[in-house]
């Protein structure tokens, strides 16, 4: 090959070479993409279930709510201390906690395993209505929560 010869592959192993780079960058930065954003959800997962389990629990250490008055309520007899506030805050945490419930299910997809098994177990936890019952309960929730990052990590180391 004489000097010429050279002259007309340069540009050709010129725009070889910008494709390859191109489709490497496009890659890497589609993998990084995802990564980052299965991270984010992995976290919103993650702070759904504390965030439900903690709210649950708080609803479940309020007062029980007063007993419904039989006949005509007297107006000499007073109110329970802090009934109206504990009614306030039972009625605005169980609005939270449907919220985080749904949201919960709408990250989740029922096609996984570990998925199906932490909404499956959110269920049993929300129906618990006493503290002392809801120790089990709230284990299988971790322990649902945990498989699902678990796994998704695994799918994040393995690209």
Same mark, same amino acid.
Request: overall charge positive.
């Given at each position: 090959?004489?000097?010429?010869? #050279?002259?007309?592959? *340069?540009?050709?192993?010129?725009? $070889? !070479?910008?494709?390859?780079?191109?489709?490497?960058?496009?890659?890497?930065?589609?993998?990084?993409?995802?990564?980052?954003?299965?991270?984010?959800?992995?976290?919103?997962?993650?702070?759904?279930?504390?965030?439900?389990? !903690?709210?649950?629990?708080?609803?479940?250490?309020?007062?029980?709510?007063?007993?419904?008055?039989?006949?005509?309520?007297?107006?000499?007899?007073?109110?329970?201390?802090?009934? =109206?506030?504990?009614?306030? $805050? @039972?009625?605005?945490?169980?609005?939270?906690?449907?919220? $985080?419930?749904?949201? *919960?299910? *709408?990250?989740?997809?029922?096609?996984?395993?570990?998925? @199906?098994?932490?909404?499956?177990?959110?269920?049993?936890?929300?129906?618990? @209505?006493? =503290?002392?019952?809801?120790?089990? !309960?709230? =284990?299988?929730?971790?322990?649902?929560?945990?498989?699902?990052?678990?796994?998704? #990590?695994? @799918?994040?180391?393995?690209?």
């Amino acid at each position: 090959m004489n000097g010429e010869d #050279w002259w007309r592959v *340069l540009p050709v192993l010129s725009a $070889l !070479a910008s494709i390859v780079s191109a489709v490497l960058v496009y890659r890497f930065t589609h993998r990084h993409s995802i990564r980052s954003n299965t991270e984010r959800w992995l976290d919103c997962v993650r702070d759904d279930v504390a965030e439900l389990v !903690a709210v649950h629990v708080m609803i479940l250490r309020l007062p029980p709510p007063a007993p419904p008055q039989l006949g005509k309520a007297s107006p000499k007899a007073p109110a329970r201390a802090g009934d =109206e506030g504990a009614a306030k $805050l @039972r009625l605005e945490w169980g609005k939270q906690r449907e919220m $985080l419930q749904v949201r *919960l299910r *709408l990250r989740l997809t029922k096609r996984t395993h570990h998925h @199906r098994r932490l909404i499956n177990a959110v269920g049993p936890f929300l129906t618990c @209505r006493s =503290e002392k019952d809801i120790e089990p !309960a709230r =284990e299988e929730v971790e322990e649902a929560a945990c498989a699902v990052v678990g796994e998704t #990590w695994g @799918r994040i180391k393995r690209g």
